[in-house]
């Protein structure tokens, strides 16, 4: 097939969550069909990332701008828009112009959608196989912030966000064929909020290089926590303020010597509402953070907030590092606590799991032991690339016929 690829983010480098997804799903369908790539431009992109993306697709078009662009004017109209206040400002005229235009030249047989932002382009292409990648389920990520709101009015305006969103992506994903999510779980949760058939759904997990991410045989920094997340993002940065304030002084109290590493993007973000400490170092954006984690003793994941399943885990452990995470944090992994992964849902007992873990090397190699092996046979994504080629090829061959 030509499969014409929509992309919010240009997928490379490596380095944050759905970056590594665009990238190993569509290096997945690059081996037996044709593919080519719009993407916005979210950041300047370097000649070797162009590169990277080169050599797995016939071509390759970038819209230099970003993809959400908020006015006053685009803020203004949202409040009295159904839509979500991001679809609105991440509409693009020049982005469907040039969708549009490249598929009558091209001709595509399919095109693959990345998040809600790039969907609206691909149902006006006429007569193709239509897939939409879900990724974060932000309906549900919008549910959760309810709570988390402080006083009336900004719970009032997150709960509007939450129904316009629900009502916006029980619509726009509907006339896919294929909507992937990246759990059994996620799966179910779509289903309680919009018409999607169940066989309607595709389920494709995130995963990790294991060829890239092994471990290395790094000498142990002694009581070295890392939590690999750009504080940019909401739920990292909300993880970070509730670890810093309720969990990070239960275990100082105990191991004063214990030091968290923070890695991550922290472009515009205000670091003077987080609880930083000597005990704490803020690296900033990190080109390649796998030798840092693979030093660290512990991976910590105190999420609160958010949807998906989190590379973050997946990496730390195909590296060799031993994960504590919240419920929600390892959420649609197949994991078990206490064999894979150790996890706490209050403070104290996420501190108390954090003592536990750095002062029972025994119990910490095993979790490390079993975790690879889950990785190895579950989440490389190698395998995932070759299941969902597969999906692909089978969905090429019930739909063609029909299209026809």
């Known amino acids: 097939m030509k499969i014409l690829i929509l992309s ?7 380095d944050q969550g759905s970056r590594i997804r665009a990238y190993h799903l569509i290096r997945a369908l690059a081996g037996e069909h044709e593919l080519a790539l719009i993407s916005f431009e979210d ?12 050599k797995i697709t016939s ?21 009295f828009s159904i839509k979500p ?17 490249s598929a009558r030249e091209w001709h595509p047989d399919a095109v693959l959608a990345f998040t809600f932002v790039t969907a609206p382009y691909a149902l006006k292409i006429p ?38 969103f629900k009502h916006y992506e029980n619509n726009i994903y509907k006339p896919f064929d294929k909507c992937m999510v990246v759990s059994e779980l996620d799966k179910g949760r779509v289903q309680t909020y919009t018409h999607i058939a169940q066989d309607q759904i595709l389920i494709v997990p995130n995963g990790v290089d294991c060829e890239t991410h092994r471990p290395a045989g790094t000498i142990k920094k002694p009581r070295q926590l890392i939590y690999n997340g750009a504080l940019t993002y909401q739920p990292n940065y909300d993880a970070m303020q509730y670890f810093l304030e309720q969990v990070f002084p239960l275990v100082l109290s105990e191991i004063p010597d214990v030091h968290l590493l923070i ?3 922290t472009k515009g973000v205000n670091l003077g509402k987080l609880a ?18 693979s030093e660290s003793q512990l991976c910590v994941v105190p999420l609160r907030q958010g949807a998906g399943t989190r590379l973050k885990i997946l990496e730390a452990m195909g590296l060799g590092t031993a994960v504590i995470s919240t419920s929600k944090g390892a959420e649609g992994l197949e994991l078990t606590h206490g064999n894979e992964i150790w996890v706490a ?44 080629a597969t999906a692909m090829k089978s969905l090429q061959s019930e739909l063609t016929v029909s299209l026809k």
């Open 8 to 14: 919010t983010w240009f997928p490379y480098p490596l």
């Open 43 to 54: 950041q300047p992109i370097q000649k070797d990332w162009l590169e990277k993306l080169q």
């Open 59 to 79: 071509w390759i078009k970038i819209l230099p701008e970003k993809p959400f662009h908020y006015t006053r004017w685009r803020t203004f109209l949202g409040l």
């Open 85 to 101: 206040a991001a679809v609105v400002a991440g509409y693009n005229r020049k982005m469907e112009k040039l969708v549009l235009k």
């Open 127 to 164: 007569h193709v196989i239509r897939v939409v990648d879900m990724d974060n389920l932000l309906t549900l990520m919008l549910y959760e912030e309810i709570s988390f709101a402080r006083g009336y009015i900004q719970k009032l305006r997150r709960k509007l966000s939450y129904l316009k």
């Open 263 to 265: 890695t991550g993007s």
């Open 276 to 293: 930083i400490n000597e005990q704490v170092t803020i690296t900033g954006y990190v080109d390649d953070i796998r030798p840092i984690i």
């Open 345 to 388: 849902d209050s403070a104290t007992l996420f501190a108390k799991g954090i003592i536990k873990l750095l002062n029972n090397l025994t119990l910490t190699a095993s979790l490390v032991e079993k975790a690879n092996h889950t990785i190895t046979t579950k989440y490389d994504w190698k395998i995932i690339e070759h299941n969902f």
